[in-house]
């Protein structure tokens, strides 16, 4: 079973669930607008988890997984930063405790600093954790 095929059987589970894949990718969709999307790309021995305009890269598929997961869940939130309408910052944060940490930025190198700064908090919520705090 490829890495692709194990995400598509666990999403299995989620009948109302929305994706697209190819031959070497998978991306869930968000619910509604409050979410943002989640994706995997499978490279020869290298994958990549991306959410929205964040992303990051693992040697392992057990780590890819566990972060695409992760991407799904309500212990992950992302902060986009906007400049005007375009997004220019992804800040993936985790719930601690009581209180969101961040764990991982990525932005673009040159955006657009004239324009008016806004920061907008995406959430997933079809992984619910049910041991609670």
């Known amino acids: 079973m490829t890495v692709i095929d194990e995400v598509k059987a666990k999403l299995a589970k989620y009948p109302d669930v929305q994706y697209s894949e190819t031959s070497d990718s998978i991306e869930v969709h968000p619910v509604d ?19 929205e305009g964040w992303h990051e890269e693992f040697d392992s598929a057990r780590e890819a997984l566990n972060c695409f997961a992760f991407g799904l869940s309500e212990e992950c939130r992302l902060s986009v930063t906007y400049r005007g309408a375009a997004a220019v910052r992804w800040v993936v944060e985790s719930r601690q405790g009581g209180s969101w940490v961040e764990d991982s930025e990525v932005g673009l190198m040159i955006a657009p600093f004239w324009r008016q700064q806004s920061v907008a908090k995406k959430q997933n919520h079809l992984i619910v954790r049910t041991d609670q705090d």
Do not use: K, P, Y
């Open 33 to 51: 607008d409050s979410g943002f999307a989640v994706g995997l790309r499978v490279s020869g021995e290298r994958f990549t988890v991306w959410f």
